[in-house]
């Protein structure tokens, strides 16, 4: 998926929410994404998506994802974290919430742990299109198709775009440019 993008500048960076079950059960994939990022391809920024990802269907969200009783919000932040860790990857300060899905006491647990709740305004697969500072949620896992479609179908449209300059794609370095001096 990323090799199929127009990155502005090189490396292309990327903003990767995992969660620690994907880290274990998709060494293949882990082990190519670090190739490409030492190949200086990718600049990746490790998101911190829980430990289990955990989702119950049918449960309304305000009782799921980390909302599910009996969730340890500890072992869910800290057994990614080490997850990376052990395979010699730094984790940054980031977290995304599971399904985008958390109440405000939730909120405030993780910030006490240190870390930045990341959310996005352009989630693909929901029909929230990219816009000028967006940032854009696509599972490139596979797990929503369309949004991976519809992220390629925006990347070929504005090539152009992303080679003159007009749109960029922002790191984490970019994105601290950006946003703590507007702090």
Do not use: C
């Amino acid at each position: 998926m990323f090799t199929d993008l127009e990155p502005d500048a090189t490396p292309l960076p990327v903003f990767l929410e995992v969660s620690g079950r994907w880290v274990e059960t998709h060494g293949q994939d882990l082990a190519w994404l670090i190739a490409e990022r030492d190949a200086g391809r990718l600049a990746i920024t490790w998101v911190n998506h829980t430990e289990n990802h955990f989702y119950k269907p049918g449960v309304p969200l305000d009782q799921n994802f980390l909302l599910l009783p009996g969730t340890d919000l500890e072992t869910e932040v800290f057994d990614v974290e080490k997850d990376l860790l052990d395979r010699g990857e730094m984790p940054s300060v980031f977290f995304r919430f599971p399904g985008l899905v958390s109440s405000p006491d939730l909120v405030d647990k993780v910030l006490a742990l240190g870390l930045v709740p990341l959310g996005s305004s352009a989630w693909l697969a929901k029909q929230q299109f990219v816009k000028t500072g967006a940032i854009v949620l696509t599972h490139a896992n596979g797990n929503e198709p369309e949004g991976l479609g519809l992220l390629e179908k925006w990347d070929h449209g504005h090539r152009s775009d992303l080679t003159d300059g007009t749109w960029h794609w922002l790191g984490l370095e970019d994105w601290a440019q950006a946003v703590i001096p507007a702090l």
